[in-house]
């Protein structure tokens, strides 16, 4: 395979429920991110890992939280959603020449289509 | 801080019409610019980039400037097709990446 893979391409779950988000990616990247995408809102970036340093959006909640084992693997983990955290995230990844200075373009996977009941 | 502008959709054109998406900047220093394109179920694609000032960034008969005199970056393509139906998202990236709300393309035959 190549590009950005994620997994799985639907979820539903319920506010108890915890589960995992899985993004793998096969273009020899450095940099990693978690994307969430709502409708009629910009991008919000939520994580990233660059060079092996990992960098927070303070405004996303505890409830995410995001596991990079290697540069090739991304998760993110999901505990007690509320439904308003239904959306797409996105996983990207791109060449980071410096820590925090990111000018290479991102490849994203298709995403993961998160419904919170 | 940094910033990306873009004109709101939805918007709807002919078959073969000429497209302007219009997008604005704001940022400090020399970002590098991007338009993204994002069809039905899929993740955001780069369509094309441009890295300094005066450049034009081109593919699939695409185009945007980078014109720093005006902070703009406008997406143009001369003769829409269907298949280019999709949600379109200008983007910037200084010391991390800033995207605009994205502007929905239908094309109609």
């Known amino acids: 395979e190549t590009g950005v893979t994620q997994t799985p391409r639907h979820l539903v779950m319920g506010m108890t429920n915890k589960k995992s988000l899985k993004c793998e990616q096969h273009?020899?990247?450095?940099?990693m991110y978690w994307y969430k995408q709502s409708a009629k809102k910009p991008l919000e970036l939520m994580f990233v890992y660059s060079l092996e340093e990992r960098v927070e959006n303070n405004s996303v909640p505890s409830r995410f939280s995001p596991e990079c084992p290697n540069s090739s693997h991304l998760f993110l983990h999901l505990h007690t959603l509320q439904p308003e955290d239904s959306a797409l995230y996105l996983c990207?990844?791109?060449?980071?020449?410096?820590?925090?200075?990111?000018?290479?373009?991102?490849?994203f996977g298709n995403g993961t289509r998160l419904t919170v009941t | 801080g940094d910033s990306v502008t873009q004109m709101e959709g939805p918007v709807t054109l002919s078959e073969e019409a000429f497209l302007t998406i219009n997008c604005t900047y704001t940022?400090?220093?020399?970002?590098?610019l991007f338009w993204y394109v994002q069809y039905p179920g899929e993740g955001l694609q780069l369509l094309l980039k441009a890295t300094k000032a005066d450049d034009k960034g081109s593919n699939k008969g695409f185009e945007a400037t980078y014109r720093k005199e005006t902070t703009s970056f406008h997406l143009e393509k001369g003769s829409v097709q269907v298949s280019d139906s999709a949600v379109y998202f200008c983007?910037?990236?200084?010391?991390?990446?800033?995207f605009g709300t994205g502007t929905s393309l239908t094309v109609i035959p």
């Open positions: 983007a910037l990236t200084s010391n991390q990446f800033y």
């Open positions: 940022a400090t220093g020399y970002p590098s």
């Open positions: 990207a990844s791109s060449q980071a020449r410096q820590a925090q200075k990111i000018n290479s373009p991102l490849h």
């Open positions: 273009l020899g990247h450095n940099a």
